[in-house]
């Protein structure tokens, strides 16, 4: 079965980290572009942080920049999403897909080869 399985959200602190996992069960990471995405209550879901199937190119959301960082390992066919000095802001369902041939940025921003969605996992950043 073709599963993209997210892990690792909780309750953190303001200015608390979280590491979130993507893991692929079904079918190997390696060819995709793997990229983040959350949705706070009530608004739309934005791409935060994408990453090519290589791993030599990611690209940031700003509102992320600086904090969080997007990383692959494509033997254990994970790709993490290190979260640091998160705010009340970053509160949110996040959720991994994987997409095609199209620039990561333009996956993170426009949802561009978005193929295949995960569940989601939910991080609440509240003291």
């Known amino acids: 079965q073709v599963q993209l399985v997210e892990s690792g959200g909780g309750l953190a602190q303001p200015g608390g980290s979280l590491r979130l996992s993507c893991a692929a069960s079904?079918?190997?990471?390696?060819?995709?572009?793997v990229g983040w995405f959350r949705q706070a209550p009530g608004k739309e879901r934005e791409g935060v942080s994408c990453?090519?199937?290589?791993?030599?190119?990611?690209y940031h959301a700003d509102s992320v920049k600086g904090r969080f960082i997007v990383s692959r390992d494509n033997a254990k066919n994970t790709v993490n999403l290190q979260m640091n000095s998160l705010k009340p802001e970053d509160t949110a369902v996040y959720y991994c897909?994987?997409?095609?041939?199209?620039?990561?940025?333009?996956?993170?921003?426009w949802g561009a080869g978005v193929a295949y969605w995960g569940k989601g996992t939910l991080v609440t950043v509240s003291s």
């Open positions: 897909a994987i997409g095609g041939a199209h620039p990561v940025q333009d996956m993170c921003l």
């Open positions: 079904g079918f190997t990471l390696d060819p995709y572009s």
């Open positions: 990453i090519s199937a290589t791993g030599d190119t990611t």
